[in-house]
T-cell receptor, first 113, second 113 residues
Framework: AQSVTQLDSQVPVFEEAPVELRCNYS??????LFWYVQYPNQGLQLLLKYLSGSTLVESINGFEAEFNKSQTSFHLRKPSVHISDTAEYFCAVLDTGRRALTFGSGTRLQVQP | DSGVTQTPKHLITATGQRVTLRCSPRSGDLSVYWYQQSLDQGLQFLIQYYNGEERAKGNILERFSAQQFPDLHSELNLSSLELGDSALYFC????????????FGPGTRLTVL
């Protein structure tokens, strides 16, 4: 069975500082990885995804994640965060057998002025 | 806006009651997924439908059922409600069965009193 571990439940950071949200996965088959973001009182929005090809994937708002097969990780990074990035971030792996996403427990990013 | 719509946005009901949550997938998407987000269980996959047929089941209780109609909208029926069923219920859709990317609706917040 596939699983996702998000190592930090909360990450406080000051505005304009860099941030890394950690995600480790376990999977015995081909891996398809995702980061979703949930802003307060809103639904889940796809931030970025790794399906194949380049191990470094980027989003339109400055986030990037790197697929590392040897470390079974898919950490999310941003070099300089904004107040508006305050949200909960979920890492997920696609279970191609059940065709469903398995989510981590989420990391709450709190950007402080 | 993902293009996935869910109604109602909020639902408050009493224990023992039955409710129906509705989801309309993105235009052209044939596959619909239901997820539950609760404080103690996190985000969990419930069930998936593709073009009207049930295709995969997750941690869905026997008191819960779903269906997908010919116009591709889906309904999640929750019966004999318990306090622990209070949660945010998300619907997601994808273009085809097994498509890697799922797009989420805004969710229905169910409160059982």
């Amino acid at each position: 069975a596939q699983s996702v571990t998000q190592l930090d439940s909360q990450v406080p950071v000051f505005e304009e500082a860099p941030v890394e949200l950690r995600c480790n996965y376990s999977s015995s088959v081909s891996v398809y990885l995702f980061w979703y973001v949930q802003y307060p009182n809103q639904g889940l929005q796809l931030l970025l995804k790794y399906l194949s090809g380049s191990t470094l994937v980027e989003s339109i708002n400055g986030f990037e994640a790197e697929f590392n097969k040897s470390q079974t990780s898919f950490h999310l990074r941003k070099p300089s965060v904004h107040i508006s990035d305050t949200a909960e971030y979920f890492c997920a792996v696609l279970d191609t057998g059940r065709r469903a996403l398995t989510f981590g427990s989420g990391t709450r990013l709190q950007v402080q002025p | 806006d993902s293009g996935v719509t869910q109604t109602p946005k909020h639902l408050i009901t009493a224990t023992g009651q039955r409710v129906t949550l509705r989801c309309s997938p993105r235009s052209g998407d044939l596959s619909v997924y239901w997820y539950q987000q609760s404080l103690d269980q996190g985000l969990q996959f419930l069930i998936q439908y593709y073009n009207g047929e049930e295709r995969a089941k997750g941690n869905i209780l026997e008191r819960f059922s779903a269906q997908q109609f010919p116009d591709l909208h889906s309904e999640l029926n929750l019966s004999s409600l318990e306090l622990g069923d209070s949660a945010l219920y998300f619907c997601a859709s994808s273009v085809v069965e097994g498509a890697y990317t799922q797009y989420f609706g805004p969710g229905t917040r169910l409160t059982v009193l």
